[in-house]
């Protein structure tokens, strides 16, 4: 304990900040006059123990599962304020649906980290964007499951963004019983993973993907979405900077034991900040937009080279079955983004490529909680820069065949072709999703959140037709924030849109959150389960279906 304090004592020697005190509720939530569109960016209750939640309107009785959410439960722990929405300090929750009903609980899962903020008043290890001079290294000890150790902490990280349901050669590890996976993990933006209890919520380990291959070094860069096949392998990336030139190493870990494989070493592209990988039924796309690493910096946005329209987007193609890079293509344009729509094979053998596309990286320094606070909703003055969606754009990448390589065997850069790009005002989306069966495919519907009024961050729900180009928007009466929406398919459907999305939505009127459920095929609302608390804002969910 002596150290921790040491160390608090010597950086405020070194470096005098700002500190935001909790206000006078001493619960750092939101202060009297705040926006209520603003209340998912302070710290709100957690819930342990289920509670049942009051529906109005319908959720059809064949909904039969648990929706999970991750968000944070605070961005305030003592005298500190993870500064960037991304350096939240995690919860996860639990939505279980049952005969129309709906119960909820929450956990935290980054207890350990918490309590060493408390302790010191300093944030341990990188961050996304908090001030550098409340960061430290090395003070905090965090132990993962690696290849070296055989077991990890509980919740010494933060690891609040995506999910893997049924990890490859996990153990259960876990004494419950009643849900509808196996074990359930989830992501980040680096090489860290943490297990959850699929019932309680409650945190079991950290590990990292070197548990499965000792070439996927723990410390590296990874996508916090993962590529998945239908029989649960993964697929993902970790970028090594402490190579010259650095390296991405693509690699699968398969069913049902888990084993690690490199797939592709890439050291020709810049190494970047990269929140997916794509996929399609038998390639992965690694997708380089820019945002490029280039300063020694303790947080990525501060790490970040300034943008340069000149550095163009790289698509880089890799075979899932035999491994290699297979074909290598450069875009006209310069563009970052965080997530992918859908991506698929043609008849022609050529990849279709769909996304939410942004000109810059913007968003990312944008997104820091005093902003967003102070300035999401009737307080933006119409101003869109701190809004999520993008434009929805689609790209080819045709089929070069044996074209694809030189003589010699090197691989020749051929053109990524924008095929097209959709209206901001009328279709902007982020956060997407689709009906799962389609993933991979060709497919016809994607969902997201939508931005109708500038200024707002998100306030609506669209659904876009990519074949006809046209799209439809759950738009409520009164102001709303949800979040990324998930399609649960009806099980008696046949249509790609027969079902329901699933969101969580801060209504200001009566200033907390609701689960609603919008019928996937109209955009129109069908019911919700009213929450008792305003919910933190977050990213992603998964449904599990059945428990």
Known sequence: ???????????????????????????????ADANPLAFGFYATPEIQQPVRLEVTGVIPTWIKGSLYRGAAGTWDVGNLTAEHWFDGFSRNHRFEIANGQVEYRSRNASDEVA?????????????????????????????????????????????????????????????????????????????????????????????????ANEDLVT??????????????????????KSKSPPEYRVFKIGQPNGDGRILANITDAPPAYIHSLFSTENHLILIVWQADYGKKATTITGSLKPWDPARKTLFYVIDKGNGGVVSKYVSDDAFFAFHECNAFEDKSGALVIDLPVFETYHFLTAALVTNLRANVGPNSNGSAMNDIPANF?????????????????????????????????????????????????????????????????????????THTQTSRVWNPTTNHLPSEPVFIANPQGTAEDDGVLLTVAMDAERKKSSMIVINATTMAEIGRAQMPIAMGYGFHGIFGSGH
Not at 7 to 17: K, N, Q, R, T
Not at 220 to 225: L, Y
Not at 453 to 462: A, C, E, N, R, T
């Open 1 to 31: 304990m002596h150290s921790l304090t040491l160390v608090s004592s010597l950086a405020s020697l070194i470096c005098v900040v700002g500190v935001r005190a909790q206000n006078g509720s001493g619960s750092h939530g939101p202060p």
């Open 115 to 211: 309590d060493f903020v408390r302790e010191t008043g300093l944030y341990p290890g990188g961050s996304y964007g908090s001030d550098p001079c409340k960061i430290v290294f090395g003070a905090f000890e965090a132990v993962f499951r690696d290849g070296t150790h055989p077991h990890g902490n509980t919740s010494s990280n933060n690891v609040p963004v995506a999910w893997i349901p049924n990890y490859p050669g996990l153990a259960r590890n876990v004494t419950t019983f009643g849900s509808p996976f196996e074990t359930l993990v989830t992501t980040t933006d680096a090489n860290v993973l943490q297990q959850i209890d699929p019932v309680t919520l409650e945190p079991v380990e950290v590990f990292t993907y070197q548990s």
């Open 219 to 240: 410390g590296g860069a990874s996508a916090a979405h993962s590529a998945f096949d239908p029989d649960g392998s993964i697929y993902n990336f970790v970028l090594d």
């Open 393 to 465: 754009t689609r790209y080819l990448l045709p089929n070069h065949g044996a074209a694809a390589k030189a003589a010699n065997g090197s691989l020749i850069t051929h053109k990524a072709i924008k095929v097209f790009e959709l209206d901001y005002k009328l279709h902007n989306i982020e956060l997407p999703r689709i009906n799962e069966k389609y993933a991979g495919q060709a497919y016809q519907y994607v969902y997201g959140v939508h931005t109708v009024k500038p200024g707002y961050f998100v306030d609506s729900l669209i659904k876009i037709d």
